[in-house]
């Protein structure tokens, strides 16, 4: 389950804001060649009830669980808008979410948030399921900051890990490789010959997907093509005996 804060204008209840701090720690980085390593999300509770976030503040009001980064992914639409993702495993809970946080690796808050409360509850209440935070946050320096990944808590990255060493192996075998794949970025693109995306609600190699009948059309043609380079005289013979019997089909 995917909870998502997105930036907000000021007018809205829920908003993510760069801190004080982290404005002036990414401006220093900026200018001395370097990089804010961003290494932990925090989520917290507010105190128990609901408030507004602001850029002076230094912590949490009250945090719950701190978490290592899952993922982190550019806004198509945006390059300066990053989507920051932790997962809260399912043996994790008792207490209910409205506020987050992403610290640096010395200690320091570099972006707040607040959210609609998310109750995240364990098996002897009833209920254990992990659940994805998400954090949008808005960047004037992109290159100024660095986040620290670990790919493993996240199920999609896993995925995207293993896909790439497949494909890095096809490729160290001299193979060309079709990829066919619902993520526009997925780590296994950079070493396939060709890149074909399914739809979104479509698995990579569901009947019926158009990208994966075009791989099987480019597959078919490549073969072909192999085909006749290495026979050609049985190419031509096959091709006339196929169109003979289309055509005795026909009449």
């Not at 989520?43 to 602001?54: E, I, K, N, R, V």
């Not at 199920?155 to 995207?160: M, T, Y």
């Amino acid at each position: 389950m995917a909870n998502e804060i997105i930036i907000s204008s000021d007018s809205r209840p829920y908003k993510s804001l760069i801190t004080d701090i982290g404005t002036a720690k990414m401006a220093n980085a900026a200018l001395e060649g370097r990089k804010v390593n961003i290494v932990e999300m925090h989520l917290g509770d507010g105190g128990g009830t609901y408030y507004m976030p602001t850029t002076d503040a230094t912590a949490l009001v009250n945090e719950v669980w701190t978490g290592e980064i899952a993922s982190k992914t550019i806004n198509e639409a945006s390059p300066n808008i990053i989507a920051v993702k932790t997962v809260v495993p399912s043996n994790v809970g008792g207490f209910t979410v409205r506020e987050a946080g992403l610290f640096d690796d010395e200690g320091d808050l570099i972006a707040v948030c607040n959210m609609p409360d998310i109750g995240k509850a364990t098996l002897p209440e009833g209920i254990s399921s992990s659940i994805d935070i998400v954090m949008n946050i808005l960047l004037t320096n992109v290159d100024a900051v660095n986040f620290v990944i670990n790919p493993t808590l996240d199920p999609a990255s896993r995925e995207d890990v293993a896909e790439a060493l497949t494909a890095e192996d096809i490729r160290g075998r001299g193979a060309e490789l079709i990829l066919v794949t619902r993520y526009l970025n997925s780590p296994a693109s950079a070493y396939a010959d060709v890149v074909l995306l399914c739809g979104p609600n479509e698995q990579p190699f569901q009947f019926g997907s158009s990208a994966a009948l075009i791989a099987q059309l480019y597959v078919v043609e490549v073969l072909l093509s192999e085909f006749i380079r290495r026979d050609p005289e049985g190419a031509e013979r096959s091709r006339q005996s196929v169109g003979k019997a289309l055509t005795q089909k026909c009449v």
